[in-house]
């Protein structure tokens, strides 16, 4: 049982690139999540899933975008990369009667240069 | 949700107990107590949860008062590991909705020290 899985775990972009981060969770969770924290500051959600097809936005979902076409995956895309895109991301799941206990993966580092 | 305060750091010698308060006033009678951990560089990781019944599960334990209205997380033989920022976030179960991300304070900088 591996959990929450995030690929890359590091990733450099010049301005206007895009990438897509990847989440996988083998937990059968319904739920996942997408934050960012920036360095020093709390967790930020951009997307969230509550089941394969089913996306909504989160507080900071300006220059995002995600597709659940599965129960495991969650990909996360960036389509023109911002400096003030650098951050951390972190993907989380968690089954749908308990949001708060919450499984998170090991993140990817992200700097726009 | 109700606000929570915690020490910003504290320290604990390898081996010993570690002992984190939390303060919680303002909780209502359906609020969970929830206790996260980030170690550096890490992932935030999900420790223990209770509501008011003291609870034990294999990394810590949870003594919440009988009022409810603070709590303590027991670490109960620290290691250098356990060096990481401890969030205690108080939340009404499966709250959801709009209002599906945790929301995570300042939390206390718990140091372990050899």
């Known amino acids: 049982n591996a959990g929450v899985t995030q690929t890359p775990k590091f990733r450099i972009l010049k301005i206007g690139q895009s990438m897509t981060l990847q989440c996988t969770q083998d937990m059968n969770h319904n739920y996942m999540y997408w934050y960012r924290q920036d360095p020093g500051m709390g967790l930020k959600l951009i997307y969230y899933s509550v089941g394969a097809g089913i996306t909504d936005k989160g507080e900071v979902p300006n220059g995002y975008n995600v597709s659940r076409s599965t129960t495991e995956d969650f990909p996360l895309r960036l389509e023109l990369a911002a400096p003030s895109q650098t951050s951390v991301y972190f993907c989380?799941?968690?089954?749908?009667?308990?949001?708060?206990?919450?499984?998170f993966g090991p993140g990817t580092r992200l700097l726009v240069l | 949700d109700a606000k929570t305060t915690q020490p910003p750091s504290m320290d604990c010698a390898e081996g010993r107990a570690a002992n984190l308060p939390c303060n919680h006033s303002?909780?209502?009678?359906?609020?969970?107590v929830y206790w996260y951990r980030q170690i550096h560089s890490q992932g935030p990781q999900y420790i223990i949860h209770?509501?008011?019944n003291n609870e034990t599960n294999e990394m810590a334990s949870l003594i919440i008062t009988e009022d409810r209205k603070s709590s303590t997380l027991i670490l109960p033989h620290a290691t250098l590991r356990d060096t990481a920022v401890y969030y205690c976030i108080v939340r009404v179960l499966g709250s959801g909705g709009s209002n599906y991300k945790l929301t995570f304070g300042k939390g206390t900088l718990l140091t372990v020290n050899p």
């Open positions: 989380a799941s968690s089954f749908p009667r308990d949001q708060e206990t919450q499984y």
């Open positions: 209770g509501l008011k």
């Open positions: 303002t909780i209502s009678g359906n609020e969970y």
